[in-house]
T-cell receptor, first 112, second 116 residues
């Protein structure tokens, strides 16, 4: 079974631009969560989607948004990029009542 | 609010020696507890998890962890480390497997260095 896929793996943007990251879950997984990982703040929860609905949201500004499609693939968008948005963005997927979340390899975003 | 503390930022262990990584959590109800490992440039891999039942849980790669409710701890152990165990280790807590309303809350991580 294929693992969680995140695209692109690396991205370089400049301040003020926007960016869209993609996460394709393991087949059969309907839950997708997003996390931001930085050296200073560590791993922080962004949001969780299940069956195309945002189920939970972390403490991030409105510039961070996401969505989930009917095939469970999810995208997250960051608008008006700031230098502090440079991070590794990880998605994790699972089934409805899974006891395990599987993480993807992440997208490394660098904002210049 | 839930929180996780990993007191050791770095730990150096000789190959073949035993290992214990500490994790303390703060959570109002029965927690879901996890240990993840991250190699450089990689995502997170689940080592083991605890939801209920036997407080000593076995995971992959020879790791185990013990849940101690009275001490709010969930320490990770391995009897004999291998050079390939060098990585970043994260302890996490959540309201359910997927994290719950606040997602999974992670500790800051412990960087494990293996000496030959």
């Amino acid at each position: 079974k294929a693992g969680v896929t995140q695209t692109p793996r690396y991205l370089i943007k400049t301040r003020g631009q926007q960016v869209t990251l993609s996460c394709s879950p393991i087949s059969g997984h309907r839950s997708v969560s997003w996390y931001q990982q930085t050296p200073g703040q560590g791993l922080q929860f962004l949001f969780e989607y299940f069956s195309e609905t945002q189920r939970n949201k972390g403490n991030f500004p409105g510039r961070f948004s996401g969505r989930q499609f009917s095939n469970s693939r999810s995208e997250m968008n960051v608008s008006t990029l700031e230098l502090g948005d440079s991070a590794l963005y990880l998605c994790a997927t699972g089934t409805a009542n899974t006891d395990t979340q599987y993480f993807g390899p992440g997208t490394r975003l660098t904002v210049l | 609010a839930q929180s996780v503390t990993q007191p050791d930022i770095h730990i150096t262990v000789s190959e073949g020696a035993s290992l214990e990584l500490r994790c303390n959590y703060s959570y109002g109800a029965t927690p879901y507890l996890f240990w993840y490992v991250q190699s450089p440039g990689q995502g997170l891999q689940l080592l083991l998890k605890y939801f209920s039942g036997d407080t000593l849980v076995q995971g992959i790669k020879g790791f185990e962890a013990e849940f101690k409710r009275s001490q709010s701890s969930f320490n990770l152990r391995k009897p004999s480390v291998h050079w390939s165990d060098a990585a970043e280790y994260f302890c996490a807590v959540g309201a359910r497997a997927g994290g719950g309303a606040d997602g999974l809350t992670f500790g800051k991580g412990t960087h494990l260095i293996i000496q030959p």
